[in-house]
């Protein structure tokens, strides 16, 4: 009974996970649950004073991820009883994978037998010189025999200061939180 109840634990996580594939990082708190799927976090540096990150995973667009930003230092400067705050200093981190792969077509007639063999060649070319090729790893002569994959992974943090009372419109990097709120926070919260 007990190996029944584990696998149908084990099934009902798999289904979560397979549910959760392929969707843009939600606007969440990060925590040991969701650090995979990302999600936002703040640490306090003064009374008036916060760095706020977004971390996005790779179907979340840059755009997404900053604006979940802006979002969440809206969201904290009324929590906290402030009107309006200022972006002093902002930071994107930009993380790019590329995955290459011998075409999955590429069937040899001894494939059968020797499959994990893969040929090697060298080629002459008259601006380039001699050049080798080799099918596990990317080269322009063979371009259309590799199977190339890029993933996009995006991170934002800003350091905010809040303020209370009249806005202060001289300064681009100032935003009135509720204004914040009721343009984007629609798409934030329901993103379709």
């Avoid at 979340?60 to 929590?79: G, K």
Wanted: hydrophobic share 35%; net charge positive; proline share 7%.
């Amino acid at each position: 009974m007990v190996g029944v109840k584990r696998l149908a634990g084990a099934a009902a996580l798999a289904l979560l996970a397979v549910g959760c594939a392929g969707k843009p990082t939600p606007y969440q708190p990060i925590s040991s649950s969701s650090r995979v799927a990302g999600g936002y976090s703040e640490t306090r540096l003064a009374a008036d004073h916060f760095r706020v990150t977004f971390i996005g995973n790779s179907f979340t667009s840059r755009e997404r991820v900053e604006a979940s930003l802006l979002y969440r230092a809206a969201e904290l400067t009324l929590a906290e009883g402030y009107d309006w705050f200022v972006i002093e200093d902002r930071e994107v981190e930009h993380q790019v994978e590329r995955d290459l792969r011998p075409d999955p077509l590429y069937r040899p007639w001894f494939y059968d037998n020797y499959g994990y063999w893969r040929p090697y060649w060298r080629y002459f070319g008259p601006r380039t010189g001699w050049r080798t090729w080799d099918p596990y790893f990317g080269d322009p002569f063979w371009a259309d025999r590799i199977d190339t994959r890029t993933i996009e992974r995006f991170e934002v943090s800003a350091e905010i200061r809040m303020n209370r009372g009249a806005l202060q419109p001289s300064n681009r990097k100032t935003f009135d939180a509720r204004d914040v709120i009721a343009r984007i926070g629609p798409q934030i919260r329901d993103p379709r």
